[in-house]
């Protein structure tokens, strides 16, 4: 996966048109976005020269290998869905279940652009505003993924006046 973004319940994805992912949502709308927090950078750096694609494509021949268990490649445990079939990683802080609606190539026809509808969010109750279904952008770090290096986040700026979330004090 390149990029990932979120519009509301709806998650964009952006992915290589070849890889054993494009193959499984082309059939099998399902899946799991996992959002590790900064220090599983490691976990997310062995998964990134895996493929489950067998043959491995030809544009990844001589990069990639044939993993088909990522899972334990990555040091990470499966655990089961409540809306969907694919296992959710049990040691990132946020996971989203969520169902394919739309794959289909981007404007070059070098990617494939998805729109998955979030079904199901699980988060660490540690990083949740206590009270609320808002994660406390104060306590959460997203794992970064800048221009091919792993970063996290720095201190809160400000906010936007549209906002939901409730004011903490930490």
Known sequence: ???????????????????QTAHNLRSRPDLVVNLPAPAQWPAVERLAPLTGRT???VDKRGTFRFE?????????RPEPSER??????AECPIQLEARAA?????????????????LKVHA?????VPG???IDPAVWSPLIYNFRHYFGLGPELGRSF????????H
């Open 1 to 19: 996966m390149s990029s990932a973004w979120a519009l509301g319940h709806v998650i964009v994805l952006g992915l290589g048109p070849g890889g």
């Open 55 to 57: 043959p491995i494509p």
């Open 68 to 76: 088909p268990d990522k899972f334990a490649a990555a040091g990470l």
């Open 84 to 89: 969907v079939r694919p296992p959710r990683a």
């Open 102 to 118: 739309l794959v289909q190539p981007d404007a070059s026809g070098a990617f494939l652009v998805v729109e998955a509808q979030v």
């Open 124 to 128: 660490d109750p540690r990083i949740v």
């Open 132 to 134: 609320s279904q808002h």
């Open 162 to 169: 549209r906002s939901q979330t409730p004011r903490q004090s």
